[in-house]
T-cell receptor
Framework: KNQVEQSPQSLIILEGKNCTLQ??????????LRWYKQDTGRGPVSLTI???SENTKSNGRYTATLDADTKQSSLHITASQLSDSASYIC?????????????WGLGTSLAVNP | KAGVTQTPRYLIKTRGQQVTLSCSPI?????VSWYQQTPGQGLQFLFE???????NKGNFPGRFSGRQFSNSRSEMNVSTLELGDSALYLC????????????FGSGTQLSVL
């Protein structure tokens, strides 16, 4: 079954600290993996899109890694800020002919406290 | 460039009623997708439209329907509302197909009483 699992479910860190969010997937065949940030009451905003051949991709203080062999991805946030408080969602695109659906994880809820 | 605009922002309905939600994509974007988001289920795909044609559909009952107009604006309709339809409904647009980066609106928060 095509699934995306994220951990932890929620996380609380202090401002200025680093953190790493995990994403494991069983989606096959794989097309790409995306990380989205969703603020409360808003729509998700794309952070990164990674294809099979990409191991690391950065967007400012956000760095995503992908290990296609173990089907794992991580999102590392450096020097966290209060504005990083949000839900972070991992999404994997299935690539099976005409079936190119997105498989969404449930997200990790991050709270950054002063 | 204006982002994806969804209206209304909030909506309260009672069981059995119907509702229509509207989405205006980013100018030049031709693909519009709709999602339902609930706390326990995450984002669930409803349907995707491109050039006024429905290209993909999720596993939702026929009470959920949508359409896209020639200017790429899209509407989704839910008939005979149920309590379980309470959710945040999100619209996303992309230039040609959802393979590309999706740009989401802020959503319509629907409460069914």
């Amino acid at each position: 079954k095509n699934q995306v699992e994220q951990s932890p479910q929620s996380l609380i860190i202090l401002e200025g600290k680093n953190c790493t969010l995990q994403c494991n997937y069983t989606v096959s065949p794989f097309s790409n993996l995306r990380w989205y940030k969703q603020d409360t009451g808003r729509g998700p905003v794309s952070l990164t899109i990674m294809t099979f051949s990409e191991n690391t991709k950065s967007n400012g203080r956000y760095t995503a890694t992908l290990d296609a062999d173990t089907k794992q991805s991580s999102l590392h946030i450096t020097a966290s800020q209060l504005s990083d408080s949000a839900s972070y969602i991992c999404v994997v695109r299935l690539n099976a002919g005409n079936n190119r659906k997105l498989i969404w994880g449930l997200g990790t809820s991050l709270a950054v406290n002063p | 460039k204006a982002g994806v605009t969804q209206t209304p922002r909030y909506l309260i309905k009672t069981r059995g009623q119907q509702v229509t939600l509207s989405c205006s994509p980013i100018s030049g974007h031709r693909s519009v997708s709709w999602y339902q988001q609930t706390p326990g289920q995450g984002l669930q795909f409803l349907f995707e439209y491109f050039s006024e044609t429905q290209r993909n559909k999720g596993n939702f009952p026929g009470r959920f329907s949508g359409r896209q107009f020639s200017n790429s604006r899209s509407e989704m309709n839910v008939s005979t509302l149920e309590l379980g339809d309470s959710a945040l409904y999100l619209c996303a647009s992309s230039p040609t197909r959802p393979d590309e980066k999706l740009f989401f609106g802020s959503g319509t928060q629907l409460s069914v009483l």
